[in-house]
């Protein structure tokens, strides 16, 4: 029997039992639709409190809509978005942020996974040449596909480039909590302090449902966001559902408590596996991402018992991600299976 959990992804975990008990508590009688609910009204309460008051919160529940309608609001179809080769929206969204916002992505190469001033700067040309996009966005993940966490200084340096040239700093923020616990800073402290303008709230990856959101700080502003995200296919009927989950994830630290518990989980597999020869930890363990480089032909005995990805196929890197719900047993239990795999 294959164990309960699996490192595979974030994605793949069930929903925190607070949420679900949240949930549970919202299917009490009938309320209005469409967000006018007040268990919709106390969710964006809580992310001004978390955010500033004068944020603009637009809950949505797909990850995927959230950065495509987050990019959409800022953007022209002639425009561009500069982000790093391996960013979720370049390279796991099916061409979706292009085909709704009609923009071209621009990639760089960031082997850790991040962007730099300097290599976005490659990708800053053209300007003012109508036979050329013009760059408006810089887009980056944080915590990174690669598990890798920005630094203060580094999103500020970004977000100081981007807006001395009339340009934005969207930050899909799929992974924001994991990367703000690994720094020690509050969600606002994460983002908008440090001149982020579009952030795509991500709750799913962590322990919620199906829950997401788009807000606006200062310089982004948009008046007709919720006719976007009507349009988007993102406007749910019954948003209480939706908004009592992220309600939860923002009350009582339990955005941080669960970010914190996934990110020590992924620090021990780290620690478990450096024991292991011919297992050799490819990228720095930041937040809750463990990626690794093992034999070819180990890599199908590991999956017979636990389900995860493949990196890199060339390399041989894999990646195993943690959890909310990892416990200290499954690391170890699995650390043995991969020692003896390999």
Same mark, same amino acid.
């Given at each position: 029997m294959k164990p309960a959990r699996s490192f595979a992804s974030d994605n793949n975990a069930g929903i925190h039992p607070q949420v679900l008990r949240a949930i549970a508590a919202a299917n009490r009688g009938h309320t209005v639709g469409y967000g006018d609910d007040p268990y919709t009204e106390s969710a964006i309460r809580n992310f001004k409190k978390h955010f500033g008051r004068d944020a603009d919160v637009y809950i949505v529940f797909n990850g995927t809509a959230a950065n495509c309608l987050g990019l959409k609001a800022i953007t022209r179809s002639y425009e561009a978005v500069i982000c790093a080769e391996a960013a979720h929206i370049y390279s796991d969204e099916c061409g979706a942020p292009e085909a709704f916002t009609g923009c071209k992505l621009i990639p760089i190469k960031a082997p850790d996974g991040k962007l730099t001033v300097d290599s976005a700067a490659t990708a800053y040309h053209g300007i003012g040449d109508q036979h050329?996009?013009? $760059?408006?966005? *810089?887009? *980056? !993940?944080? %915590? !990174?596909?690669?598990?890798?966490?920005?630094? $203060?200084?580094?999103?500020?340096?970004?977000?100081?480039?981007? &807006? #001395?040239? #009339?340009?934005? /700093? &969207?930050m899909d923020g799929a992974r924001l909590s994991n990367a703000a616990a690994a720094l020690g800073l509050n969600l606002r402290q994460a983002t908008r302090d440090l001149g982020v303008d579009v952030l %795509?709230?991500?709750?799913?990856?962590?322990? /919620?449902? @199906?829950? #997401?959101?788009?807000?606006?700080?200062?310089? @982004?502003?948009? @008046?007709?966001?919720?006719?976007?995200?009507?349009?988007?296919?993102? /406007? @749910?009927?019954?948003?209480?559902?939706?908004?009592?989950?992220?309600? !939860?994830?923002? +009350?009582?630290?339990?955005?941080?408590?669960?970010?914190?518990h996934a990110n020590r989980m992924a620090r021990l597999l780290e620690r478990e596996l450096a024991s292991i020869p011919r297992v050799k930890i490819v990228h720095k363990v930041e937040a809750n991402g463990v990626f690794?480089?093992? $034999?070819?032909?180990? *890599?199908?005995? *590991?999956?017979?018992?636990?389900?995860?990805?493949?990196?890199?196929?060339?390399? %041989?890197?894999?990646?195993?991600?943690? +959890?909310?719900? !990892?416990? #200290? +047993?499954d690391v170890k239990e699995f650390a043995k299976f991969v020692a003896r795999s390999v």
């Open positions: 050329h996009v013009q $760059p408006r966005v *810089i887009s *980056i !993940t944080q %915590s !990174t596909e690669m598990g890798t966490v920005y630094k $203060p200084h580094e999103v500020r340096a970004l977000a100081s480039f981007a &807006h #001395e040239r #009339e340009m934005f /700093l &969207h %795509s709230f991500g709750g799913t990856k962590n322990g /919620l449902m @199906a829950a #997401e959101a788009v807000l606006f700080f200062e310089r @982004a502003r948009v @008046a007709d966001f919720l006719y976007l995200r009507k349009q988007g296919m993102q /406007l @749910a009927s019954k948003m209480r559902f939706i908004s009592a989950q992220l309600d !939860t994830l923002l +009350s009582n630290d339990l955005w941080l408590k669960s970010a914190q690794a480089k093992i $034999p070819r032909a180990a *890599i199908a005995k *590991i999956m017979k018992r636990y389900f995860f990805y493949v990196w890199d196929e060339e390399e %041989s890197v894999v990646r195993w991600m943690c +959890s909310f719900d !990892t416990t #200290e +047993s």
